[in-house]
């Protein structure tokens, strides 16, 4: 081969790995995690969502409101568990089989926390749904409202903006 079919190749490589990593970036911007919990639909940007995993045993800490389920080891770190339906003034969630724990990622802020959600329904094409109103009394970590094509609504969360929620950091009674 000679040296420019090398540098061809070359550069035809660099190109393709930039476009591929483009494209992979472009797909996970526009995926959203989809949730269910105290029988509504949510939505969670992946880059927020640090880790799903199944509900770990949890430590309670006294004197916290009922919905802060304790605190979880997950991996040597400690992180702060919240019952998301209770949070929302739902009935708990049932920890089962398909209940999860929602790590929040670094990037929503320096908070080691996580929500419990009855289940995770799958990844959403944001493409696939339409923008719906917004509610009128909805907390500042409601992010856009979706539609899908079965009529069903989603509810896109901000879990930096629910990181520095004020109702969601107040744990103590």
């Known amino acids: 081969m000679t040296r420019a079919a090398r540098l061809d190749l070359r550069s035809f490589q ?42 770990p045993p949890l430590v309670k800490v006294p004197l916290t409101r009922s919905w802060f389920l304790g605190l979880a080891n997950v ?51 944001l493409a696939e749904l339409t923008a719906a109103p917004a509610r009128a009394d909805a907390p500042e970590w409601h992010a856009q409202r979706w539609a899908d094509a079965e009529g069903s609504t989603w509810q896109e969360i901000d879990l930096g903006a629910l990181a520095r929620d004020p109702a969601f950091l107040q744990v103590s009674t």
């Open 14 to 55: 660099k190109e393709l790995a930039s476009r591929l990593a483009a494209k992979t970036a472009a797909q996970v911007e526009s995926s959203r995690l989809g949730l269910v919990c105290a029988g509504e639909r949510w939505l969670l940007r992946l880059a927020d969502a640090g880790e799903v995993i199944a509900v």
């Open 75 to 125: 991996r040597g770190s400690l992180y702060s568990v919240v019952d998301f339906a209770a949070f929302l003034g739902h009935d708990p969630v049932a920890i089962g089989p398909l209940a999860r724990l929602i790590l929040f990622n670094s990037r929503t802020g320096d908070l080691n926390a996580g929500i419990v959600v009855e289940r995770v329904a799958g990844l959403r094409n």
